[in-house]
């Protein structure tokens, strides 16, 4: 398999703080990429995507970070609410219409 | 407009038997991604179809197959399962068109004992 899914990193922030959640991609030639959040037995929820001409998009809340020069995405939320906590994926993808995703973070927003 | 709906929902099988899953894009939608998600693996890409064609394939032996009908609704086959086969199996579909966006369905549980 691509996806590397052995270790999921813990964020734990307190209700109304802002979370940042970080991800590596592995392909240079990636250019379109998604966030995803999943809930305890829902599947994979679009929450906002970026294409690789673009360094930043901000959407309801989210804001995503993109920089080419080291490979990184970042997805800030802000003002942190207790529906956000769920499992947050980073998926990349090039031209050949299948989605790499990296490991996750668990986002745990305590009360 | 409703979402990606896959069923059956919950699957238990035993080791040697085959299954199929199936898939209904959201309307309008050519294309659909199947998904393997394990604990241990992460969310792993098994197929990509589109307008019946197969475009893309992921790293799975051919126990694995898949199939789009006209109607852009999809099936996934894995035959002789083995007890690694356990995972949650998710659809996506998406315009089809480029690198537009993938919408998950919920996820078939497939158990194999």
């Known amino acids: ?111 | 407009k409703a979402g990606v709906t896959q069923t059956p929902r919950y699957l238990i099988k035993t080791r040697g038997q085959q299954v199929t899953l199936s898939c209904s894009p959201i309307s309008g939608h050519r294309s659909v991604s199947w998904y393997q998600q394990t604990p241990g693996q992460g969310l792993q890409f098994l197929f990509e179809y589109f307008s019946e064609t197969q475009r893309n394939k992921g790293n799975f032996p051919g126990r694995f197959s898949g199939r789009q009908f006209s109607n852009s609704r999809s099936e996934m086959n894995v035959s002789t399962l083995e007890l690694g086969d356990s995972a949650l199996y998710l659809c996506a579909s998406s315009l089809g068109q480029g690198k537009d966006t993938q919408y998950f369905g919920p996820g078939t549980r497939l158990t194999v004992l």
């Open chain 1, 1 to 111: 398999g691509e996806s590397v899914g052995l270790h999921l990193p813990t964020l734990s922030v307190q209700e109304g703080d802002n979370s940042i959640i970080n991800c590596a991609y592995s392909n240079s030639a990636s250019d379109y990429f998604i966030w995803y959040k999943q809930e305890s037995g829902k599947g994979p929820q679009f929450i906002i995507d970026i294409r690789s001409n673009m360094d930043k998009r901000q959407g309801q809340r989210v804001t995503v970070l993109l920089n080419k020069t080291v490979k990184h995405l970042s997805l800030q939320i802000a003002a942190t609410q207790p529906g956000d906590s769920a499992v947050y994926f980073c998926a990349e993808t090039d031209s050949s219409y299948k989605l790499i995703f990296g490991s996750g973070t668990r986002l745990l927003v305590r009360p």
